[in-house]
């Protein structure tokens, strides 16, 4: 079926809804309870961000929490006063470098092997994350429910009649169902729920920028937006091409709404994208079915969600994320007959992966690496044995 100039809703919509799930989900819980916020709040606002960017990019354009963000909050149990300011502070500062052209600049500034670093950093990370937090949580129950998804994955990615993504939810839920106590779920859960209206105070704003934005930044217009950008062209070549403008722009405009009804701060993102499409998601349908289902929690279980969260096991997220990292990590390879530019991606990759503020200081080395006179090309002659030559010098 077919609505909204181009925008399917079928079954393979349906089964792409789910492949961002993996990575928003545990955040939003664990932002939820954190910084003390509204639930209801954030699922519905959260539902509707999804729903308006499949109508304005008709391909699926996801929305997810600000990753930067959400870490610190958790770890630092941040209010949610000082988030919601922080929202509203990157949302104004997005829209300034959107609309005077710097963000187009910065954008033409970072080279694609930066890019593709910045993917391949990303994609480690959310494999690690699946291999190290997700699937072990059941324990040894954790490890052979996440192998059998993964079969069941494999067997089914491009089957267009069985879409894999709902397979491995159902066989989640089943799980709960037989081996985890649920009779007390739904218990006084349904009810009718809306966002509660909120303002920052400049104080909010403040303290948010300086100890929540600032990390974020970086990270935004690396993933968020350049790489946003790269990956809607790999996908979907045959479409007009997204401006950096635009993307900057829908950015700034969500977290300048979001904060007012007490969502959490949002981004796009390159490796949501790739979920999505990963497990079948083709037009703005993929998102819109899945930001439904938000306002569908948030609306009618918002007040019940830590027991709705219990009928997605963390095992079977982490085989969804998983899949989700390695179709990041594998877009590198577009550069391996670019000997100069998959060095730099590699080294970009492991430095966004391996240190603290990675992707910071890896967009930096990178483009650097790109733009300075001094080849890589003698590093990569060693690797293939042949003689490095040097010039001599000439004391004059």
Known sequence: MKLFNGIKFNRQELAGSIGDIGTDFPLIVAMIIAA????????????????LTGLIYKIPMPV?????????VIAQQIGGNILLGAGLSIGILMFVLSVTGLLTKISELVPKAVIRGIQ??????????AFQKYIPNLGINGFILALIAFI??????????????IIVLLLGALYILFFDNTSNIFSNAIGINLPRFSLPTIEDVTKGFLLLALPQIPLSIGNSIIATKQVAHDLFPERPP??????????????LLIPFL??????????????HYTFGGRTGGSVIIYGLFYIFIGVIFGNAFDGVVKIFPLPILGVILMFEGFALMLFVRDLLNQQKDFVIAILVGITA?????GFVISIIIGTLLYYLPVELKTFIDIGNNKAVKTKP????
């Open 393 to 396: 010098v000439v004391i004059e």
């Open 353 to 357: 992966a391996g240190l603290p503020y």
């Open 36 to 51: 003390g916020l509204h639930t209801p709040s954030v699922l519905i606002v959260f539902g509707l961000m999804q729903i």
């Open 152 to 165: 069941i994955i494999i067997a089914f990615i491009d089957n267009k009649k069985y879409p894999t993504s």
């Open 64 to 72: 997810q929490p600000l990753k930067a963000m959400a870490t610190l």
């Open 262 to 275: 007490s969502g959490i701060p949002s981004c796009h993102g390159s490796g949501g994208m790739i979920g």
């Open 242 to 255: 997204i401006t950096i403008k635009k993307i900057g722009l829908t950015y700034s405009f969500m977290n």
């Open 120 to 129: 391949l950093g990303l994609g480690i990370n959310l494999s690690l994350l």
